[in-house]
Structures are given as C-alpha cells and as structure tokens.
C-alpha cells in the first residue's frame, strides 16, 4: 500500500476520508482507455506499468488498495445500459460487461467507479445505471443489488434583474446543479473553460453575458455553482413593453413526438428543475399584465409542475418548478409525459409580462 499512496492516508483515522483518498488516488493516477472488459486482458500489473487500462482494471486496482486498509470493498458485475439486462432468474457470466466497486461505511452503502477524473465519491457514471448489479461476495455468495439513483438531480437558476428606464434589463444569475446535471457541467466546464463560457453566449445569442464566475471548489465536486451577470433589451410595442421572463429554458422542445410509445421511458435518473426570478421595475413602469398561475401532476403524482407569479411592491416574482419523481416510467405513462411536457414549453415560450410607463 505504500507504494502507492502516503503514509498521511495509511494512517488516516476516520474510514470515509481515508476511502475517499484511496479513491481519488485510482482516479487522478490512472486513465481508462474505454474497454469495458472484465475477463480479458485484464491485468493491474500492466495497469500500474503503463498508466492506463480498462473499466475491470482500473476498479480491481481500486479495490484492492480499498481491501488493504481493511474497508469492506466488494466487486459489482454489471451490464451497461446499452449492453441490456442481465438474466436475473439465473446469472450468466457472458450477461455482464462492467465492473464497479462497492464500499461498506459505518452501515451505509457507496458504489464507486474510478474510470471518470469528474466523479465525486459514490456517484457512478450514467451508463452504469442499470437497475441491478450482481455483487459478489467470495465468502457470501453473490447477490443482486440495486443500481439506480435514489437522489433527484437538480438544475436551479436564481436570477435578480433590474429594468431601467432605457428598458434595458440588467442583474446577476445563480446557477446550481447537482447529481448527473452537475456531472456534466463539471465535465464541460473544467475541460475548456473558455469553450464552455463561449457556448453559454451562443445559447442566449440577444444577451450579452460577463463575469463568469465558478464558484465551487473542484471539478469532482458534487455541486456545480455559477454565477454571472446578464443584460438584454426587452421588445416594445407602442406604449407597451413586452417580457419574456425566461431567459433561459429547460426545454426548447417537447421531446415525445410518436403517437404512441410500448417501451419504458427511462430518463436515467430522477430530475427537477427550479427557476426563480425577481425583476424590479422600479418607480418608471406599471405592470399590466402578469403570466397565469398554472399547476399540474403527472397521475399517481409520480411528477408536477408548478408556475406562479406575483407583484410586490415594485417588483415581480416568479417561480417555476418542475418535478420528475421516477426514473423510469411505464409506456401507459407515454401520453401524459406527452401532455406534461407540451405544457412545460408552452410556459416558458408564451409566458409574458407587460410593462407601461408611467
């Protein structure tokens, strides 16, 4: 074990920190060349030799380092999500194509893959999550269990604008996005980051976009944080000034376009969206007109949408909140995921607010 990591880990007293080291070491030491074998060509010899192998590798060499400071360490074959899903009345070895590790700490559970330099401790990659796992305990037996995400991945924007009395719209927006959403702006984010500021100008081409700031502290954080500000000019018709208040949209589209659908509709992972705005208008404009409350579930709530707004004083506020409950919904759900998601745009594209000038 010494050869691997410092004597700092070796005697480190608390078991999550010292498992969290051990793991970070595999990751930031070792890259995976995209093989997903687990029985041929596996070698950890050649894997600490040249640096680099493949998934079974990678998450041996893990799980060995794990098993020599005595944490509970067990190996998980797996089937990718796009490889299918193993036979579960009666396992067949050809079934799996994956490996992963699961740890045991203080009675709770984390399964770890060492393979993506983004993860964060006891997050697996998308492609692992594949409702089951067979864990195999050489003393025990082996046992099915559990792959999905129980956690909700969220994307939250909080943004504060100011409307002038040029009606250019000015003020800051606090992004923050956690699980497979964070995941994958850490991805974009700390590979290029110029590259990634660059395509959040394209996506919002009428708003001009400046201090860009992230403000989480690593790119294996379990949260992405941002933060920037914004300005943009509102439409003006006559007298009346027109307001889009999204600046930003979850869905541009509704994704369901068959007819009908006979297969499950599996999102990956559970999801909610939240969008919060403040717009002072200030003492130059009137509100006219605001968007209409609206609400609905998905039936069994298994997923709501909420869309509210109201003024106070001199300013309005808006909040909208969209909730996927499952992962994966049966094909008797198709048509009111359908439904749901045409309502959703039909929000953020037609939702107005109306200004005047005093």
Known sequence: LEDFVNNTVITEKDTYKKADAIYKYVQENYTWNGDYKIFKDVSVK?????????????NILLHNLLKETDIDAKPVLISTRNNGFPTKIYPVISDFNYLIVQVTIDNKTYLLDATDEFLSFGEIPLRCLNNY??????????????????KSSTVQFRAELNIDENENITGTVNSKKTGYHALNSRKRYYQNSDTYVTNLEDKYPNIEISNH?????????PDFLETYAIEYTSDETGENIYLNPFFTTFFNENPFKLQER????????????????????GDDYIITEKPTNSSFKLPNNKGSVIFSSTIQNNNINLMFKINFKDAVYPPEYYPYLKDFMSKIVDIQKNSLILLKKK
């Open 262 to 281: 006979t297969y499950p509709i599996d999102f990956g992972y559970k999801d909610t969206y939240y969008y919060v705005l403040k717009l002072n208008f």
């Open 133 to 150: 796992g067979r864990l195999m305990d050489f003393k025990n037996g082996s046992e099915w269990i559990n792959l999905t995400s129980n």
């Open 213 to 221: 700031n992230v403000t989480s502290e690593s790119k294996t954080n």
């Open 46 to 58: 050649d894997l600490i030799k040249n640096k680099s192998g493949n998934v079974s590798s990678i």
